[in-house]
């Protein structure tokens, strides 16, 4: 079960850098298949009620609830990165607007490197 998690975790990690780099390559397919990613990743969230599949899926290998005993949310793989290494606890709003921004910004990137 170990492995699984490693293996999620690991996989989130890499599209979350993909997400974030994909802009840099230089090969068309890359840029097409990053152009075509963010917008699926933002529906995926809208459908998922502002949740990634891979953090539920994660948290159900772990055997967590989504919940805390609060009954907010767990935090997601993204916010609990941001709650490390920036030592700060956005909210879910905040951090939803942050990404976003982020991943708008390398969307538009990755179109003027095809078409600029």
């Not at 917008?39 to 159900?60: A, H, M, S």
């Given at each position: 079960m170990r492995i699984a998690i490693s293996l999620i975790r690991a996989l989130h990690l890499g599209i979350l850098l993909f997400v974030v780099f994909g802009w840099i390559f230089e090969d068309a397919y890359i840029l097409w298949f990053h152009i075509a990613l963010l917008?699926?990743?933002?529906?995926?969230?809208?459908?998922?009620?502002?949740?990634?599949?891979?953090?539920?899926?994660?948290?159900?290998l772990v055997g967590e609830n989504k919940s805390t005993s609060e009954g907010d949310e767990a935090p997601g793989f993204v916010r609990r990165i941001v709650m490390s290494v920036c030592?700060?606890?956005?909210?879910?709003?905040q951090l939803e607007h942050v990404l976003t921004a982020i991943m708008t910004i390398?969307?538009?990137?990755?179109?003027y490197k095809l078409y600029g």
């Open positions: 917008p699926l990743i933002l529906l995926q969230w809208k459908l998922n009620k502002g949740r990634c599949v891979l953090t539920d899926l994660e948290y159900f030592n700060v606890n956005p909210t879910e709003e390398c969307w538009l990137l990755s179109l």
